[in-house]
């Protein structure tokens, strides 16, 4: 059993933002597959599905970022998942766009979201797929560029994210994740 969360914030006011990219890429993964992430349960949106024999599970969080944690603690309890076995994506400022890192382990790196799973978790031993987003490029608070949507020249690399986020996510449900690092942790 798998379990792959996508962080962000409910509600059509962050649909498009980098905050956001966590829920785009459950959405494509969801999309590709043709899996429908509908069931409401554990302050979260969600969906159980099979691929390739293996029982996987998608949660977007609907708690607002910053309690990410809540939702996914109650849904981890429910079902019995292992902490090996989430992959949680996420935005992360110090990547550019279009680029993407994998990651067994770590701390939040200043992220909220990933700071309430640790939380809840009471560990940092879940994996991660961090997904570019940049830093302003203009003088803004963090919160407003996190908030915000992409600029035009941003589209392009991060279509590419998006699309090698969904590549890691299908790749780690038949390979061991070391493997998939190697693949997708280029620069």
Not at 83 to 93: P, R
Request: proline share 4%; net charge neutral.
């Amino acid at each position: 059993m798998k379990c792959i969360v996508g962080l962000g914030n409910p509600g059509k006011k962050y649909e498009k933002t980098r905050h956001n990219i966590g829920f785009v890429i459950i959405d494509e993964l969801a999309k590709q597959n043709h899996w429908n992430v509908t069931q409401e349960k554990f302050k979260g949106l969600y969906t159980i599905e099979h691929i390739g024999g293996e029982k996987v599970l998608l949660l977007k969080p609907q708690t607002y970022m910053n309690l990410s944690g809540n939702s996914l603690r109650l849904f981890m309890d429910y079902y019995e998942i292992d902490e090996e076995d989430v992959l949680v994506i996420y935005d992360d400022l110090d990547l550019p766009p279009g680029r993407i890192r994998l990651r067994k382990k770590g701390g939040h790196g200043g992220h909220n979201g990933i700071r309430s799973i640790i939380d809840q978790l009471g560990s940092k031993e879940f994996k991660r797929l961090r997904v570019g987003v940049g830093r302003p490029s203009v003088p803004m608070s963090v919160v407003d560029y996190v908030l915000g949507s992409f600029d035009k020249e941003q589209l392009g690399p991060v279509e590419e994210s998006i699309a090698q986020s969904v590549k890691a996510c299908e790749a780690w449900l038949d390979q061991p994740f070391n493997e998939v690092m190697n693949e997708f942790n280029v620069k």
